[in-house]
């Protein structure tokens, strides 16, 4: 199948949504012919660079859409990158070009209970997930965030716990993420995961989901949305790196 032919987007607003992570409203005459029903799919944020050299490429979730209008959200890192700069200096009228939708990844509501487990950058996917999941469902949510004032508000289940871990140094520190959802009581019954975070955080979950706990293929989504000290396109080599390695060595 083609590629989507990428679309000029206009801002048409902005919004701090949080100390780190800022909103940014993207609509005008190019989302006409936006696909529907892509909450949660992945869009290619283009940033052109000097000369002749390709555009920079950046990947982000549709965090919330309307007819004439997407949400994208941003984490901002200590270490801005040229996204999440631009989300910062974005004004009503600016341009960009985005690529995609691309496929969605979405948690397997066919199951005894649930896992859903991320940073900054997964929330938007996170909430879109949450959305799906039955109204009896029971499980945990774990949310990485810099600190305490980044927490917002989630639509779940009753019977989901939320579980907030404060870490301004995410993929580094062994109180962070993957450590907060080793020490989770481990529930009876198939269970359905959802995860995605930084690359070494991704690592380990992903080790201890498929061969310390056994969780299905068929029910286990685990994938790294960056890594630390790395630019996108590093990041995508070791991604692809890594993926031949767990692919050489199934649980």
Request: aromatic share 6%; with cysteine; hydrophobic share 40%.
């Amino acid at each position: 199948m083609p590629r989507p032919t990428p679309r000029t987007l206009e801002v048409i607003d902005t919004e701090q949504l949080t100390p780190h992570m800022r909103r940014v409203t993207l609509g005008g005459s190019g989302i006409d012919d936006f696909p529907t029903d892509q909450e949660s799919a992945y869009i290619k944020l283009m940033f052109p660079r000097p000369g002749q050299a390709p555009p920079l490429m950046r990947t982000y979730t549709v965090s919330r859409q309307r007819r004439d209008a997407i949400d994208v959200d941003f984490a901002l890192h200590e270490a801005a990158g040229p996204a999440s700069r631009w989300a910062v200096e974005a004004r009503p009228g600016d341009r960009i070009l985005v690529g995609g939708p691309g496929p969605k990844k979405l948690i397997n509501t066919a199951a005894d209970w649930y896992l859903l487990a991320g940073d900054m950058t997964a929330l938007p996917a996170i909430a879109v997930n949450l959305q799906l999941l039955p109204d009896n469902a029971r499980g945990y949510v774990v949310i990485e965030v810099v600190d305490a004032e980044d927490q917002r508000p989630l639509v779940a289940p009753q019977g989901m716990e939320v579980i907030w871990v404060s870490n301004p140094a995410a993929g580094s520190e062994e109180t962070g993420l993957a450590q907060r959802v080793r020490n989770l009581p481990w529930l009876a019954g198939q269970a359905a995961v959802w995860a995605a975070c930084e690359f070494q955080d991704m690592r380990e979950l992903r080790r201890y989901l498929k061969q310390e706990r056994g969780v299905a293929k068929s029910h286990l989504y685990v994938s790294s949305y960056w890594k630390r000290g790395s630019t996108e396109d590093q990041h995508k080599v070791a991604k692809q790196a890594d993926a031949r390695e767990d692919e050489g060595n199934p649980a």
